[in-house]
């Protein structure tokens, strides 16, 4: 069984950084893709960023630029470094992992995400 456990979600001034970090078990990294979706409120699950077993980076939307994915392969572990926050990163963060298509962005590709975490709220206070 896959399972992903989030961590560092919270809140944080506007301007500030936080660090995400998510640790999985059940399933081998090679071949797959670890990242994360968040959802804000009032609004669908987006893709924010992942990375392949041979560290592969891809970023989404406002991710580019300003957030940098990293992974410790032997460890099954994936981290987001978010840097000068804002409010309109305020949502849901969820760790997944799945092939690269689980983040294509096109409707119904959600299906080649094989876990999800159970998701942590980050907000960026104003």
């Known amino acids: 069984e896959v399972q992903l456990e989030e961590s560092g979600g919270g809140l944080v001034q506007a301007g500030g950084s936080l660090r995400l970090s998510c640790v999985g078990s059940g399933f081998t990294f090679d071949g797959y893709h670890m990242g994360w979706f968040r959802q804000a409120p009032g609004k669908e699950r987006e893709r924010v960023s992942c990375?392949?077993?041979?560290?592969?980076?891809y970023y989404f939307g406002s991710a580019k630029g300003r957030f940098i994915i990293s992974s410790e392969k032997n460890k099954n572990t994936v981290y987001l470094q978010m840097d000068s926050l804002g409010p309109e990163n305020t949502a849901v963060y969820y760790c997944a992992v799945g092939k690269l298509a689980g983040w294509s962005g096109l409707a119904g590709t959600h299906r080649y995400i094989v876990g999800w975490g159970q998701g942590m709220l980050v907000t960026v206070s104003s």
């Open positions: 990375i392949s077993y041979d560290d592969r980076t």
